[in-house]
């Protein structure tokens, strides 16, 4: 992948640019829980993106996508913004560095990526990632990481359309190699948590679907959860996130909130407590615990928050059937992924199983990834 980035920049630009990279990420636990306060437990992987970056000298980016094999060119001033809706990713990271005091001027470049785009792996916080930190070290802007974060989950609101929370690009930029994060999307603390489950495989199965309206029906799921919260504080002006909220004060306002409200608060609400008990249940390696919680949060993702689909309750009902240990959908949801963690000894069998039965009922084959976690945003030599 990077000599094709090397060749691309070389042909296009005639130079030689430094190269930075950004991962993808996995959550173990703490689904839609980042935008409400909550706890999140994601690692990186060692997928994400590329690129080749210089500066050229003018106040123009020239941009190309390997992958797509698309060229765009566009300003650094919100009137020469780009087309083509990947060009937005970079172009709204120099916005926000822009809007935060940066001075950065024009430059080349050219990436491509190995993780797979909408399979809930955040293809597109990879994206962000890597170029804020790019941008952070070769204008020697001095941006901490965390506001780097914030730069990329920005560009998600500002120029893509999505109201995300910021376990993507934290993931991608606070990675540790075989350690997994508990953030509080709160306090924005966090701690690394070594995770090496002896016995055990942690592997992705792709529905490789990617529903249509998935940014559309996320952003609402988050306006719910805001409605919710306006309905509590009515009692408890305390409570700022449904973090805050507990059960008995949703069923106090349950007459106030629509059904559908009402469910997606309950899953938040349940959903912040499994990430704490998983967590604790990791300290004493105890994973048929962390697998029970994982199957909870699939049901809860599925009939509460209804954010699964039939690719994916698929997939969960195969490893239910196979003994899998813990397994559910990932990330956004829509579409993508299941996270599995299975014992060694079941791992072979269950594969097996989901690629075939997955490919007798839909006609294709799902894909299979198995997770190395890895570290986060940086400069490659
Ligand atoms: C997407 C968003 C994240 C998070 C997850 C669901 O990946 O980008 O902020 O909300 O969905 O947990």
């Known amino acids: 992948m990077r000599q094709k980035i090397r060749n691309k920049f070389q042909e296009l630009f005639a130079s030689e640019g ?16 980042d935008y409400n306060g909550g706890f999140v437990f994601p690692g990186a992987i060692d997928k994400g993106m590329i690129a080749e970056i210089k500066k050229n000298g003018t106040d123009k980016v020239r941009a190309f996508s390997v992958d797509l094999n698309d060229y765009a060119e566009f300003g650094l001033t919100e009137a020469d913004a780009p087309k083509a809706s990947w060009a937005k990713y970079i172009f709204g990271v120099c916005r926000e560095i822009i809007k935060r005091g940066g001075e950065i001027s024009g430059f080349d470049t050219a990436f491509a990526g190995d993780v797979p785009l909408g399979a809930g792996m955040s293809s597109s916080a990879a994206l962000e990632s890597t170029y804020a930190f790019a ?18 989950q920005a560009t998600e609101h500002n120029y893509c359309g999505v109201n995300c929370g ?17 953030l509080d999307c709160r306090s924005l603390e966090y701690k690394y948590f070594p995770f090496h489950p002896t016995g055990y495989k942690l592997v992705l199965l792709d529905s490789v679907v990617k529903h249509e309206l998935a940014s559309s029906a996320y952003n609402k799921r988050r306006i719910s959860c805001e409605t919710v919260v306006a309905a509590i504080r009515r009692n ?3 409570v700022e996130f449904l973090r805050d909220a507990t059960m008995e004060m949703l069923n106090a306002v349950k007459a106030d909130v629509t059904s559908e409200d009402y469910m997606r608060a309950e899953y938040v609400i349940e959903e912040i407590q499994r990430v704490l008990d998983v967590c604790d249940a990791l300290e004493k390696d105890d994973y048929e615990t962390v697998g029970k919680k994982m199957y909870e949060t699939h049901h809860g993702m599925s009939k ?24 559910r959908v990932m990330g956004g949801g829509f579409g993508g992924c299941t996270i599995n963690l299975v014992k060694e000894d079941k791992y072979d069998a269950f594969v097996k199983e989901a690629f075939d039965s997955y490919t007798a009922k839909f006609g294709h084959e799902p894909k299979l990834y198995n997770v190395v976690i890895s570290d986060g945003a940086r400069k490659l030599k």
């Open 236 to 238: 408890h002006p305390e």
């Open 166 to 182: 910021i376990m993507d690009q934290f993931a991608s930029i606070f990675g540790k190699k075989g350690s997994l994060i508990r």
């Open 135 to 152: 941008l952070n070290d070769m204008y020697s802007l001095n941006i901490d990481k965390f506001e780097l974060a914030k730069i990329g």
């Open 304 to 327: 509460l928050y209804e954010v699964s689909c039939e690719e994916l309750d698929f997939l969960n009902d195969v490893a239910k059937k196979c003994g899998v240990t813990g397994s």
């Open 18 to 33: 430094s190269v930075y990279t950004s991962p993808g990420r996995i959550n173990l636990i703490g689904e839609h829980t």
